[in-house]
T-cell receptor
Framework: ETGVTQTPRHLVMGMTNKKSLKCEQHLGHNAMYWYKQSAKKPLELMFVYSLEERVENNSVPSRFSPECPNSSHLFLHLHTLQPEDSALYLC?????????????FGPGTRLTVT | GQNIDQPTEMTATEGAIVQINCTYQTSGFNGLFWYQQHAGEAPTFLSYNVLDGLEEKGRFSSFLSRSKGYSYLLLKELQMKDSASYLCAVMDSNYQLIWGAGTKLIIKP
């Protein structure tokens, strides 16, 4: 595997379900991100982990819970979601030390909440 | 508040040149990025500007004017595979990326 991988690619869940999204990066980066992408809206930064410490959560609802067990893996735990949470969830990674280091994105998980 | 503006959609002809503009108002500036995103795929990095001027990379060029809060992405010799969304993003004083909503570029034969 190379780059940034995400599983599952598609997820349909009911509002009472609990599920988790997984992201793995094979680039040796030390920062990882979760973004939400809704149609015709800017990417919304949800969570940032730099050197495995969470540094930003941007007031995301508590029904989204991130976990970063090590610098290569990132999870997003989902519970009691709302239909408006349906979106593409993108994971990204980068080197934390330099502002010029671009973020590398995974292919995303297309989430539908019914 | 922080704001990134770019056109929602543009149409151009194969073989032609197109310029996609981006204006921004952010708390601090640590560089501007352009990303390309094909439908159903991940965004991929195109360019980074932190100083004023033009950066050229093959058929793609990116320009920055920090005093005007303005950038553009110039695509030359357009190909059908250039049909995609182009995302402008600014790194603010907290080193977080602020994103525009993206410009959907449609290339016609």
């Amino acid at each position: 595997e190379t780059g940034v991988t995400q599983t599952p690619r598609h997820l349909v869940m009911g509002m009472t379900n609990k599920k988790s999204l997984k992201c793995e990066q094979h680039l040796g980066h030390n920062a990882m991100y979760w973004y939400k992408q809704s149609a015709k809206k800017p990417l919304e930064l949800m969570f940032v982990y730099s050197l495995e410490e969470r540094v930003e959560n941007n007031s995301v609802p508590s029904r989204f819970s991130p976990e970063c067990p090590n610098s290569s893996h990132l999870f997003l735990h989902l519970h009691t979601l709302q239909p408006e949470d349906s979106a593409l969830y993108l994971c990204a990674s980068s080197q934390a030390e330099a502002s010029s280091y671009e973020q590398y994105f995974g292919p995303g998980t297309r989430l539908t909440v019914t | 508040g922080q704001n990134i503006d770019q056109p929602t959609e543009m149409t151009a002809t194969e073989g032609a040149i197109v310029q996609i503009n981006c204006t921004y108002q952010t708390s601090g500036f640590n560089g501007l990025f352009w990303y390309q995103q094909h439908a159903g795929e991940a965004p991929t990095f195109l360019s980074y500007n932190v100083l004023d001027g033009l950066e050229e990379k093959g058929r793609f060029s990116s320009f920055l004017s920090r005093s005007k809060g303005y950038s553009y992405l110039l695509l030359k010799e357009l190909q059908m595979k250039d049909s995609a969304s182009y995302l402008c993003a600014v790194m603010d004083s907290n080193y977080q990326l602020i994103w525009g909503a993206g410009t959907k570029l449609i290339i016609k034969p």
